[in-house]
């Protein structure tokens, strides 16, 4: 507990110091032809009707299953305009909260805005998943981006004509040293200078099993908590709603895996 405490504070400290390291000078230019044409040369990736339904993933058009993912995204946009925050950290107190698959459905329902560019990275680098939401296993893992291996070219697919995905297909080595570098803060800054994404969404691991999100997350805009109904406590809610306002802007909470009845809701028995 002392470590964490220890932690955070640094991280407070740190926070502001953080956000003037992000210098345009060690941005590369955007390259000719534009963020457009870049996006369209990106690989493209299908979601087929089976794996949306296998992996609940409910936005890909717009429906009663889609309402309360599109209500999140609608204060979302909101908020993040009011502010202008431009990245988003998606978490939860422990694992299998169900962040990952709010994290693909709310940046699916984005993407359905046709004049709203989005790139959702998973930096879930212990036990990434966001590939087996999407049913996509690609050749190498957005890591190896953050570590200079390949290009983020090279690495990043496209779904439809405004959503793109960083993928991993394996863990990283050293995920917390590798999400508190000055590297990956640099990488991740020339990404957005060259594909000039309106959101960046990422996938981040859950509060209470590492520190890989206490280095991170004061370079982020604002954060999402995700619980569980089933499983999440009111005092692991409670600890991680206050170490996400030390560590970046907190705009709200999830209660995901929430069974209503068809009285409350008019949607029946969906598992939201």
């Not at 909101?78 to 107190?93: D, F, G, H, Y």
């Not at 999407?134 to 004509?161: C, T, W």
């Not at 590798?178 to 509060?207: C, G, H, W, Y």
Request: with cysteine; glycine share 4%.
């Amino acid at each position: 507990m002392e470590r964490l405490e220890a932690a955070l504070e640094k991280a407070r400290q740190s926070r502001e110091s953080v956000q003037a390291e992000q210098k345009p000078d060690v941005v590369r230019p955007v390259p000719s032809g534009g963020p457009a044409e870049l996006w369209h040369q990106l690989k493209e990736i299908k979601i087929s009707s089976r794996a949306a339904r296998n992996n609940r993933i409910t936005t890909l058009s717009n429906n009663k299953h889609s309402s309360p993912f599109d209500l999140l995204r609608s204060r979302v946009l909101r908020l993040m305009r009011e502010n202008e925050w431009k990245t988003l950290a998606i978490t939860s107190p422990n694992t299998a909260c169900g962040k990952t698959t709010v994290c693909a459905n709310l940046a699916i329902s984005l993407s359905r805005q046709p004049d709203t560019r989005v790139l959702v990275i998973d930096l879930d680098l212990r036990r990434p998943s966001l590939h087996r939401i999407l049913s996509y296993r690609p050749n190498h893992s957005f890591h190896e981006v953050l570590e200079g291996k390949i290009r983020a070219e090279d690495q990043l697919v496209r779904f439809g004509d405004n959503l793109a995905f960083g993928l991993n297909n394996k863990p990283a080595r050293n995920p917390a040293e590798l999400l508190q570098s000055n590297q990956t803060r640099t990488k991740l800054e020339q990404i957005r200078a060259t594909f000039k994404p309106d959101i960046v969404i990422f996938d981040m691991p859950p509060m209470l099993v590492s520190d890989d999100n206490v280095g991170f997350l004061p370079s982020v805009d604002a954060g999402l908590l995700v619980s569980a109904a089933d499983s999440t406590t009111v005092s692991q809610l409670d600890t991680c709603e206050k170490e996400l306002a030390e560590l970046t802007n907190p705009i709200g909470v999830v209660l995901n895996k929430c069974r209503y009845s068809s009285e409350d809701t008019g949607y029946g028995n969906e598992y939201y």
